[in-house]
Structure formats: structure tokens, C-alpha cells
């Protein structure tokens, strides 16, 4: 046995398994394959062991959020975590308030580490499974992470972590524009010296989209047609201190159209304004933008297309402004379909989604995602017993239309027999 094999079980017994693995290995795959499965376990001891030496370590307890009092230990308590390398498994000092305060038990350690409550995958293997997910999809991407870490992910699970990643860059997105808006650039993000030194960067993709047989005629069979996306990307900074202006002025414009529109809605005990005092001041904005004649070209054709943006949409941009309750954009009910054919697959099992909306649709809409049990509760409690068992009733009849509908067409000699049986019966006594 060679000197690393020797040093290895010396140092743990339990290893000694895998080092026969290695030995036995009858192929060169087979040797690799049992090598890396012995270097995921050291590493994972490796981790342990750098996690015991710190929670021997002496805890300084921070105070209680609620009471101030300093915290105290209540001993060690086991904390686990899955990685790229395997599930780390280590015990860390918890801290409660003496005086009962329900703020939950405090691991410092935890703090330390990075590590959110309750957090059972490692950053690492989210952003592992996230990549994978970008070009293939979920079901695939859990497989082939399976094959790559031997850690067991459901597709849904990426698909959540997915779902994370998107809001946090959009937050980040949204961040970034507002301190644009304000006059501050963004940092700019770092790449390779080779690709920083390109002049230019091209990427294009295809996607099939169906398309009607005949334009504006829905019969027919879709015709299926690939349709090419480019982007053209200038990685140097080119923009001189008038562009920048320009881009100042057109953002300043676009926040003068959003203050205008984001006047107050009308409700019950306030109306509001009024489409029509909104339409006009928007028009006398939109109007003052026409009086510029001092405008370069780029800023000339910004102004041009903000006019063909209103004219499209003038018609229906106000009433929300007239009538209670309707919303200035459908942008909350835009994800409500894709919800619902997401809960029907979790609760159902349905692929084929176009029968089990029209038989469930309407009670598959209330927004159960990102809701704790406990808001769950709550948000259900306000329901009364009476207006429950209604609209169970509503669902009952609703049901058995349908199930009407199925004994018509696949049993419709056995439902004419019983409606003459029903109709000589009630017949009989005339």
C-alpha cells in the first residue's frame, strides 16, 4: 500500500472501505469514479473538523432584540447543510433570552458563517443547479446534478431557487435604475482581458413559435416556424459627457409621465382626480415636450417615440382613474394563469391542463406560494363556516355539470333509459 493509502486509513479507520474501493477498481473509470467518492468524504470530514475547532471557540453572545438582555447558552444543538461536496453535518452553541423572549434560538456560529435559519442547501449548490436549469430544463438539470454531486435535488426545488434568483436580480435590476435615474452609474461588471478587449460581441439564439395557417384566421392546423434573436453587444465605453445628458434628460421625462400616472385611484370615500384631470395633464406635459426645438437627434427620436407610446395606449389609460377597483396595470394577474397551472400539476398531477382548468380553474387561484402555514391560517380564518359551505356547494354543482356532461357522452343509452324510467314513473299516477 502506498504512503498517501496508509496515511489515510491511519488517520480515519472508516476510510479504509474506500481505499479498497480504489484497490478493487477493475477499470480506469471505475478507479476515478471510486477516487472522487473518497474525496468527497474527506472533504466533508475535512469541514466537520474545521467546524468543531469553531464551536469550541469562546461564543460571544450578543442581546436579545426585544429586551436587550444578554443572550445565554443553552448548550450544543446538531445543524446539517448539503453541498456540492456532500451533507456537512457539525454542532454549534445555542443561545436563548433569559427572560423568554420569543425570539427563537440564536447560533451565533451560524451568523459567522453566512448561513440563513432554517437553511438546508449551501449557495454553492444553488447556483450550480440554477446554471444547469438555464440550458436544460428542470427535470434534467436535477439528474445531471445528481451525476455530478451524488446530492438528490427534486425539480422543483430548482425551479423555486430559480423563481429566487430572477426577483433577487430584478431587485438588484430595479436598484441599479433607480440610482441611474439619480445620476449614478452602475459598476461595471468584471470580465476576461481578452474578452474586455473585443470591439464587439454577437450571440443569437432560435425558438419556435406557433403561427396561424391563414393570418387573422384561427382554423387550420399551427404552423410551427423558427424565428432567430440576435444581440448586439459594444463591451467598450463610448459615451461622452453629451450622451450621457441626453440620457439624464429622457430618464427625467420618463419620471415626469410616472408622476402624472401615479396619481391616486379612486375609492369609495375619495374619487380622485379623474381620468380627465390626468389625461390633461399628461397632454400638457406631453405638449411641453413638443416646444423643445433645441433637442440632438438621439434625444429628438426618444421624444418622438415616447408620442407613438401614449397615442397607442391614450385610449384605455384612464379609466382606471373613473372606475373603484380597477387596477392601473394587469401586471399582478399576468402571472396569475401560470400559477394556476403550476398548483394543478403539484396537486393533481395533470400535464394535459386544459380540461382540469375549466373543471377547477376557478378554485385553484388563491395564491398559496410564499405564504407560511401560519399566514395561511390566518388568511383562511377570515372565512366564515357559512360563506365556506356556500361556495363548497358552488363547487359541488359546478361538478356535477360536468360529470353530467361525461354520463351524456359516454353513456348515453344508460341516461335515456333512466329519464323514461323517471318520466314513466312520474306519469303513472295521471
Not at 188 to 197: D, G, K, R, V
Not at 390 to 411: G, K, L, S
Request: glycine content about 8%; charged content about 25%.
Amino acid at each position: 500500500m502506498s504512503y498517501l493509502k496508509a496515511s489515510i486509513s491511519q488517520v480515519d479507520g472508516s476510510l479504509q472501505e474506500w481505499i479498497v474501493a480504489i484497490q478493487d477498481a477493475p477499470s480506469l473509470g471505475a478507479l476515478m469514479w471510486a477516487a472522487w467518492r473518497l474525496a468527497r468524504v474527506l472533504a466533508v470530514k475535512l469541514v466537520e473538523e474545521e467546524l468543531m475547532e469553531r464551536a469550541q471557540r469562546p461564543t460571544e453572545w450578543p442581546k436579545c432584540k426585544k429586551c436587550g438582555a444578554q443572550l445565554r447558552s443553552k448548550g450544543f444543538v446538531e445543524r446539517y447543510l448539503t453541498g456540492l461536496i456532500g451533507t456537512v453535518r457539525w454542532e454549534r452553541r445555542v443561545g436563548r433570552c433569559p427572560h423568554r423572549c420569543k425570539i427563537g434560538q440564536v447560533a451565533p456560529l451560524d451568523t459567522e458563517l453566512g448561513l440563513q435559519p432554517n437553511q438546508r442547501m449551501s449557495a454553492g449548490l444553488q447556483r450550480a443547479a440554477c446554471a444547469l436549469a438555464v440550458f436544460v430544463p428542470f427535470e434534467v438539470a436535477a439528474v445531471l446534478l445528481s451525476l455530478l454531486t451524488q446530492v438528490v435535488i427534486s425539480p422543483v426545488a430548482i425551479w423555486n431557487w430559480g423563481q429566487d434568483a430572477g426577483q433577487e436580480a430584478m431587485a438588484r435590476l430595479q436598484r441599479q435604475l433607480e440610482a441611474l435615474q439619480g445620476g449614478e452609474m452602475p459598476e461595471p461588471e468584471e470580465m476576461e482581458a481578452t474578452t474586455a478587449s473585443l470591439p464587439l460581441l454577437i450571440g443569437a439564439d432560435g425558438v419556435m413559435v406557433p403561427f396561424r395557417p391563414h393570418g387573422g384566421q384561427p382554423n387550420g392546423r399551427t404552423v410551427w416556424r423558427e424565428v432567430k434573436v440576435g444581440i448586439l453587444v459594444r463591451l467598450r465605453w463610448r459615451m461622452t459627457r453629451t450622451g450621457f445628458d441626453d440620457l439624464t434628460q429622457a430618464l427625467a421625462w420618463i419620471a415626469g409621465i410616472q408622476e402624472i400616472l401615479n396619481l391616486a385611484l379612486p375609492t369609495v370615500t375619495e374619487p380622485g382626480p379623474g381620468s380627465a384631470a390626468v389625461a390633461r395633464q399628461l397632454a400638457h406635459y406631453l405638449g411641453q415636450l413638443a416646444d423643445r426645438d433645441d433637442l440632438r437627434p438621439w434625444l429628438a427620436q426618444f421624444r418622438q417615440d415616447l408620442w407613438a407610446l401614449s397615442e397607442r395606449y391614450w385610449s384605455g389609460l384612464f379609466h382606471c382613474y373613473d372606475i373603484i377597483g380597477l387596477p392601473a396595470t394587469n401586471n399582478a394577474h399576468e402571472s396569475v394563469y401560470g400559477q394556476a397551472k403550476r398548483q394543478l400539476r403539484r396537486q393533481r398531477g395533470n400535464h394535459e391542463l386544459r380540461e382540469p382548468l375549466l373543471r377547477y380553474g376557478a378554485w385553484t387561484l388563491l395564491p398559496l406560494e410564499g405564504d407560511s402555514p401560519a399566514a395561511l391560517r390566518e388568511r383562511l380564518a377570515r372565512v366564515s363556516k357559512e360563506e365556506y359551505t356556500a361556495e363548497r356547494a358552488r363547487y359541488e354543482r359546478r361538478q356535477e355539470q360536468f360529470r353530467q356532461r361525461y354520463r351524456w357522452r359516454h353513456h348515453r343509452d344508460a341516461q335515456l333509459r333512466q329519464r323514461v324510467t323517471a318520466w314513466t314513473t312520474a306519469i303513472s299516477g295521471c
